[in-house]
């Protein structure tokens, strides 16, 4: 098993990671609507704001302690990763050095015996970090509560403020923004920290 196609297996969990962030559940307003309202009077009256959600996911605490879990987690799997690769590797060179002193059926064996753990390691690989594995699986469930904040927050500015609609500049649902147009991410920060301190508080 090369060190290469290890790797590649190994970036998957940061790379959902990345997805996940500009895919997120944020409130927005989809580019359709916009092309059905134009530049009518309704449209002039909208009340509308933005957030960029990859600047609250890098600053936010709960979402940087999933990130932190993530790691932890990634960092962990890496290391049984790379025991298994020692144990095939360290087979494979016995096999060699001892080649010419095994028996046909010795060597037999032992050649099952690295294919074995072989499949292993690739089995982990795939479980770990595969499309359907525990790495993504674990980001969902860790991430989830993180979201729901996120937009109970921008819900809450929303009304608050009456705006119509609060956009995520990030998953790209903005053609054109005129430069009054309020960035509110940094409100939705303080929000989140807000709700963030007192859930801390009443928990002691």
């Known amino acids: 098993m090369s060190e290469h196609i290890y790797k590649s297996h190994n970036k ?8 996940v962030m500009v895919k997120s559940k944020i409130y927005f307003l989809m580019i359709t609507l916009i092309l059905g309202l134009g530049f009518s009077p309704a ?3 909208l009340k509308l ?9 890098e600053k936010f605490k709960d ?4 990130k932190k879990q993530l790691a932890e987690l990634n960092t962990q799997w890496e290391s049984e990763a790379r025991n298994m690769q020692r144990e095939i590797q360290k087979l494979q060179e016995e ?11 010795r060597r037999q064996e ?8 072989g499949q292993k390691y690739q089995l982990f690989l795939q479980t770990k970090w595969g499309q359907q594995g525990e790495g993504v699986k674990k980001e ?5 509560p993180v979201y729901e904040k996120i937009n109970t927050a921008i819900k809450k500015i929303g009304e608050a403020e009456g705006y119509q609609y609060i956009f995520d500049v990030v998953a790209g649902n903005i053609l054109y923004a005129s430069d009054d147009q309020p960035d509110l991410t940094e409100k939705l920060l303080a929000e989140l920290n807000k ?7 009443d928990s002691k």
């Open 63 to 66: 979402a940087l302690d999933v």
């Open 140 to 144: 969902v469930e860790l991430l989830q």
């Open 110 to 117: 032992k050649v099952q015996e690295i294919q074995t753990l």
């Open 49 to 57: 704001g933005y957030v960029n959600s990859q600047q609250v996911l």
């Open 43 to 45: 449209f002039a009256q």
């Open 12 to 19: 998957s969990l940061f790379f959902y990671f990345r997805e």
């Open 95 to 105: 096999l060699e050095s001892q080649s010419l002193l095994l028996s046909d059926q």
């Open 195 to 201: 709700e963030l301190a007192a859930s801390t508080t």
